[in-house]
């Protein structure tokens, strides 16, 4: 079984630039996270994703970021414009449901680097 | 709101010695948790995770934990440590309604 891939697996970017990221999770799988993984913090959860539909997106910088999953397969995150502040690992993550007790699936992460 | 607490940033160990790695919770309500690991350059891999039952949970690579619901507890043991076991080990919550909450993470060096 294949696992959750992303891409691309690093970029840099100046400030006031824009950027995206994309993920495909496990096949089948009908819930999306992303998180952001801040330098010596844990994950935190962006966004949740029930097939094409938005579950979560409290923790969301909506003025900046915004995310999609159009099919109910893969999904992108976009930020716009991007701040210093935003450089961090950005982990997207896939569950068969919704459930608090169902096991998430990591990707590799892409490693955003804001200057 | 629920909250993880791993105090410990940085464990150092010598391999074949036990190890213990300690996180705190706090919820106001029944909670499941997880321990991930995450190796360099590499996403998230669940280790166990307490759902319910028996408090002793174990886990994948010879890992175990143990729900203490009165001490608010859920330490990571494993007896014996190798150099594959260098990492970082996250320590998360979920419960009642409320999204998982990831600790801050503990980094296991495994000294030869």
């Known amino acids: 079984e294949a696992g959750v891939a992303q891409s691309p697996r690093y970029k840099i970017i100046e400030k006031r630039q824009s950027v995206a990221f994309w993920c495909n999770p496990i096949s089948g799988h009908a819930t999306l996270y992303w998180y952001q993984q801040i330098l010596g913090q844990g994950p935190k959860l962006l966004i949740q994703?029930?097939?094409?539909?938005?579950?979560?997106d409290s923790q969301l910088p909506k003025d900046r970021f915004s995310a999609e999953r159009l099919k109910g397969v893969d999904s992108t995150l976009k930020i716009q414009p991007a701040k210093l502040e935003d450089s961090a690992v950005y982990l997207c993550?896939?569950?068969?449901?919704?459930?608090?007790?169902?096991?998430?699936?990591f990707g590799p992460g892409t490693r955003l680097t804001v200057l | 709101a629920q909250s993880v607490t791993q105090l410990d940033s940085q464990v150092p160990v010598f391999e074949e010695a036990p190890v213990e790695l300690r996180c705190n919770y706090s919820?106001?309500?029944?909670?499941?948790l997880f321990w991930y690991v995450q190796y360099p350059n590499q996403g998230l891999q669940l280790l166990l995770k307490?759902?319910?039952?028996?408090?002793l949970v174990k886990g994948i690579n010879g890992f175990e934990a143990e729900f203490n619901k009165s001490q608010t507890s859920f330490h990571l043991r494993k007896p014996s440590v190798h150099i594959s076991d260098t990492a970082e080990y996250f320590c998360?919550?979920?419960?009642?309604?409320?999204?998982?909450?990831f600790g801050t993470g503990t980094k296991l060096q495994v000294i030869p």
């Open positions: 998360a919550v979920s419960g009642g309604y409320q999204k998982v909450t």
């Open positions: 993550a896939s569950s068969r449901t919704s459930g608090l007790t169902d096991t998430q699936y």
């Open positions: 994703f029930q097939n094409n539909g938005v579950v979560d």
């Open positions: 919820s106001s309500v029944s909670v499941y």
């Open positions: 307490y759902l319910s039952g028996s408090t």
